[in-house]
């Protein structure tokens, strides 16, 4: 069975970290870009990060950018989210999701529909508040 697994999500404070996984069960991620998404309530699923299957490229929400980092460890077939200087707008669940589409080891791409991730995750739930 292929699964996308996360965790790591939680309650934090504004300002404190997070480090969210994304971890591939029944086939590898080594040759997919991945990204990560976040859902809030009333509003589309937003792009968040994405790193291509070399791990050379990446891409970031400007909400994202100089926070969050993604990276992947191919050995353990997992790809990470750091989050820091978290923000209540940061709030929502956040999904992996495996790009069953693109094959430039280089690049990987968050377009609005998400519509080249083919394999997605359950979900964890990131919520900042004090």
């Known amino acids: 069975q292929l699964q996308l697994v996360e965790s790591g999500g939680g309650l934090v404070q504004p300002g404190g970290s997070l480090r969210l996984s994304c971890a591939a069960s029944?086939?590898?991620?080594?040759?997919?870009?991945i990204g990560w998404f976040r859902q809030v309530p009333g509003k589309e699923r937003e792009g968040v990060a994405c790193?291509?299957?070399?791990?050379?490229?990446?891409n970031y929400a400007d909400s994202a950018k100089g926070r969050f980092t993604i990276s992947r460890d191919n050995a353990k077939n997992t790809v990470y989210l750091q989050m820091n200087s978290l923000k209540p707008e940061d709030t929502g669940v956040y999904y992996c999701a495996a790009d069953t589409i693109t094959t430039h080891q280089g690049l990987c791409f968050l377009p609005k529909t998400s519509y080249n991730y083919g394999y997605w995750g359950q979900g964890t739930q990131v919520t900042v508040s004090s």
């Open positions: 790193i291509s299957s070399s791990g050379a490229g990446t």
């Open positions: 029944g086939f590898t991620l080594n040759y997919l870009a």
